[in-house]
């Protein structure tokens, strides 16, 4: 199971779990931006970097395409 699954609680909406993750190790994000980030359909790679230490990810697997 993805880490975030497993970390962000089911009670509240998944974005406004990441927020207060994202908060819990210093990054300032509000629900509305992060909302926005999502439906742009993309954001840099620091802030997903940033999204994965708040969810406790220790790693990402790469696959090539097949």
Avoid at 9 to 37: Q, W, Y
Avoid at 41 to 53: D, E, H, K, R, Y
């Amino acid at each position: 199971m993805a880490p975030s699954r497993r970390r962000l609680p089911c009670a509240i909406s998944p974005t406004k779990a990441l927020v207060e993750e994202l908060h819990a190790v210093g990054v300032e994000e509000t629900n509305a931006n992060l909302g926005n980030r999502i439906s742009r359909g993309g954001f840099l790679a620091g802030f997903f970097i940033q999204c994965l230490v708040a969810i406790g990810a220790h790693s990402v697997r790469v696959h090539e395409p097949e």
